[in-house]
């Protein structure tokens, strides 16, 4: 990270942009299964736009990089960005490809499926990063997922690396990584099913989370932050491990709490804040998204999250 504690940090984020589905049902549906929902909408998401707001709404300064289609849902997406002062100059327009969207059923009790047809995501190209070198070399934290092609994300963070950008890779959805990419990352934030298929370890409890984390930093990352839903996060780094208990909040739809995490904890990282202040931030703003319905609308301003800081109500 670039100098001290600031006031506003330049968080940059290259990855995906989708138009998510959105059903509620009773339950998620069995396969073969058809089940009668209930509400529809149609809700601006991304796990790289989502990360995106979630660190404007934060305070941060924010770039975008990725595709979308020339189709009824860029335009909506696009001017969602706007809404919240993000810069899109280098999302490009794919005369050829669909718009990203996400089909997900939410459930009674606030847990989802997903399912992802990535469309222009997938075609953001090593090339456009290149295009969009002047965006990552002036952050202070790169912000990058796996909603795009995997030689994009290395590409990018190659870029970042060479400027001393702070890279922060959030490995969704899950898959395995090569070496050359987990050696560029900084920080590397993945849930419990992310962590157990990266390291082929389960996280039943905090000893297999904390040998989990282990693994995960003996693959070349030098921090590790292990999101684990009611359980907290847990940070490891330097040869040392801490829990962070969640916040005590009523879940109703947890289908952008990951990503207010990852938004959170980069905006304090990027700010100059520790590492144990910037894993209660992101605890902070992923409890606050999972009390509101869909993804970028339950993304939490900052005021709301500074005052859920101050009244430390850890469960």
Not at 152 to 170: C, E, F, G, P, Q
Request: proline letters at 5%; glycine letters at 12%.
């Amino acid at each position: 990270m670039k100098g001290c504690k600031r006031m506003t940090a330049h968080v940059t984020v290259v990855g995906s942009l989708n138009m998510d589905l959105v059903a509620r049902a009773p339950r998620i549906p069995r396969p073969g299964e058809t089940i009668i929902g209930g509400e529809f909408r149609n809700v601006p998401g991304g796990k790289g736009a989502n990360q995106a707001i979630a660190a404007a709404r934060l305070g941060a300064t924010v770039s975008m990089v990725g595709r979308v289609g020339r189709d009824t849902f860029a335009g909506p997406l696009l001017d969602n960005l706007d809404a919240d002062g993000i810069d899109h100059t280098f999302v490009v327009q794919d005369p050829e490809a669909a718009t990203g969207v996400a089909l997900i059923v939410v459930d009674d009790g606030g847990e989802n499926s997903i399912v992802v047809a990535s469309g222009a995501n997938m075609r953001l190209s090593p090339a456009d990063v290149d295009g969009a070198e002047a965006a990552i070399a002036g952050a202070d934290a790169l912000l990058l997922q796996l909603e795009i092609p995997l030689e994009t994300v290395i590409r990018a963070a190659k870029i970042a690396r060479a400027r001393a950008v702070k890279i922060i890779l959030n490995p969704a959805p899950a898959r395995s990584l090569p070496a050359e990419l987990l050696s560029l990352v900084d920080v590397l934030i993945p849930n419990e099913s992310e962590t157990a298929l990266l390291t082929g370890l389960p996280v039943g409890d905090q000893a297999e989370a904390k040998t989990a984390a282990a693994a995960l930093q003996d693959s070349g990352v030098g921090t590790v932050i292990l999101t684990l839903g009611e359980r907290g996060a847990m940070l490891a780094t330097e040869g040392k491990t801490e829990l962070f208990p969640a916040f005590d909040v009523t879940p109703v739809d947890t289908t952008a709490a990951g990503d207010a995490f990852v938004g959170g904890f980069a905006v304090a990282l990027a700010e100059g804040r520790t590492l144990a202040e910037a894993v209660r931030w992101g605890n902070g703003a992923g409890g606050l998204a999972a009390t509101k319905l869909g993804a970028q609308p339950s993304l939490p301003a900052r005021r709301d999250l500074e005052r859920l800081l101050a009244t430390g109500g850890n469960r």
